[in-house]
């Protein structure tokens, strides 16, 4: 069995911070959208999939330089704030192990965001030699390409897999790999009816997590 984890979010208390700059950097841009309205639209997708939601909405293109502007304005609110592991996790994910599963992170964002985030939050060293971006598959999350690819490199049946995650389109993607989908919607700005809408079974405290794991 495998324990797959979403990082953003589910991890790292990371998606307020993350989605604060973004809707700045929007502004920026001349799209006001409000932090919640950005979680809404864009979270758990890859940044690719943000930039072409953006450029269709804008009708043009982002200018080149947004990204790098976004992930360093982004990193540095990280450190600054400073991010926080989501309360619960650390013991959630001993007890896991403890009882013999395996785990994974899988997550939309960059192997170098994730050694940023899991670094501060103490988690890197944890899931070290597990960890997978949608950088390296073709298709991010609703898609199932990268929750198939964790589950191949950890030589783990789809159908044998857990997928921990806190958005609609992660839970998406683990309904289309045919994987078990649990939806964490402990967070203060966790849109429980849309998780809800996007599939799986839903928890509202990691606390939970080990005892839902082995049902």
């Known amino acids: 069995m ?3 984890f979403d990082c953003d979010g589910v991890l790292v208390d990371s998606e307020p911070l993350a989605n604060t700059c973004f809707a700045r950097a929007l502004a920026r841009e001349g799209l006001d959208w409000s932090v919640e309205e950005t979680m809404r639209r864009l979270m758990g997708r890859s940044m ?3 930039v072409e939601i953006v450029e269709g909405v804008l009708g043009r293109r982002l200018p080149d330089d947004f990204v790098d502007r ?3 304005d982004t990193m540095q609110s990280f450190h600054e704030a400073p991010l926080k ?3 619960g996790v650390a013991e959630a994910i001993d007890a896991i192990e403890r009882a013999g599963t395996a785990t994974c992170v899988a997550s939309s964002g960059s192997l170098d965001k994730m050694r940023v985030t ?3 939050t103490g988690l890197w060293s944890r899931f070290e030699g597990r960890i997978f971006s949608s950088s390296e598959v073709p298709r991010g999350k609703p898609f199932p390409d990268l929750f198939l690819h964790a589950a191949l490199r950890m030589n783990e049946q789809p ?3 857990t997928v921990i995650e ?6 998406q993607a683990a309904r289309a790999a045919g994987m078990r989908a649990l939806a964490y919607v402990g967070a203060p700005y966790a849109d429980r009816d849309a998780l809800v809408v996007a599939g799986g079974e839903w928890f509202d ?3 939970k997590l080990p005892a839902l794991v082995a049902m």
């Open 2 to 4: 495998l324990v797959i």
């Open 166 to 171: 806190d958005s609609p389109p992660g839970l």
């Open 85 to 87: 592991p989501v309360t």
């Open 70 to 72: 976004l992930q360093a």
């Open 48 to 50: 690719k999939s943000c």
């Open 118 to 120: 899991l670094g501060i």
């Open 205 to 207: 405290d990691m606390r």
């Open 159 to 161: 159908f044998a897999c």
